[in-house]
């Protein structure tokens, strides 16, 4: 009888802790489920390596493009130019006759905010490599991709409109505007060129000393290789130089 009797209270023991997990599990099932599922935190903040990482594609490749550019005298690949110092440097001003050379670029600004925007367009993307978050589980969308390059006197400026949006577990969050600022005189050197240009079709000299009188924080220094003149300029404060090529007066 009292084996019976301890069968017969662990029997009941076992119908009440039953009862008890059901019960448990019935009220409170849905919150362990969300407690017991990997939290994922997706919001603008967490889009910041994301922006960090394509604004280094901008800057790495605008560095690339604004190096071409200062060397080859405003092109990445000039059809027209001198080979000089390992460098296609580009003609700004050309002639075949005995007179004043032809202004082959009136607007050095605008030529060299094509050069590189040409550039970055056909680079960036491929500096981009999103598979890295879709690797993590995240689903990532592209769309259309526009940029603009602005020419200050002493900062260049590029803006990327490229809308990436990333989502997961129902959390949905959209960059699309990045960009960049290089700390390089292009504008500047752009202004200077073409008044060099203004000066040799209209005198056929090096054009050096008036400007720099009037604007001591540029140096330019002229070289001449037979026919044609090698323009180095610089500006006080910046490691950066412009080099480009004049041809007229031929002899």
Not at 22 to 49: A, C, H, M, T
């Amino acid at each position: 009888m009292n084996k019976r009797g301890q069968v017969t209270v662990f029997i009941i023991l076992g119908i009440v802790i039953l009862v008890a997990v059901f019960l448990v599990f019935y009220f409170l099932g849905d919150n362990i489920k969300r407690q017991s599922e990997v939290n994922v935190v997706f919001d603008e903040s967490s889009l910041e390596p994301l922006k960090n990482y394509v604004e280094d594609c901008i800057e790495t490749k605008g560095n690339e493009a604004i190096t071409l550019v200062l060397k080859n005298g405003g092109m990445i690949n000039p059809g027209l130019y001198y080979f000089y110092n390992d460098n296609e440097v580009n003609y700004l001003c050309y002639t075949d006759n005995f007179g004043p050379c032809v202004n082959k670029h009136p607007f050095v600004d605008k030529m060299i905010e094509e050069e590189i925007a040409n550039y970055l367009s056909n680079n960036i993307r491929e500096c981009i490599n999103l598979n890295e978050i879709r690797n993590e589980g995240y689903e990532v969308t592209e769309g259309q991709f526009s940029l603009n390059v602005d020419l200050t006197a002493y900062n260049t400026i590029v803006d990327v409109y490229y809308p990436i949006t990333v989502s997961k577990v129902g959390t949905e969050v959209t960059e699309s505007r990045f960009s960049h600022s290089f700390n390089v005189p292009l504008g500047k050197f752009a202004e200077v060129a073409e008044d060099v240009v203004k000066e040799e079709i209209l005198y056929g000299v090096q054009f050096n000393q008036i400007y720099e009188v009037l604007h001591d924080e540029v140096t330019i220094i002229p070289f001449s290789v037979g026919d044609t003149k090698i323009y180095t300029v610089r500006e006080r404060g910046y490691d950066s130089e412009f080099v480009f090529a004049v041809r007229g007066w031929v002899a």
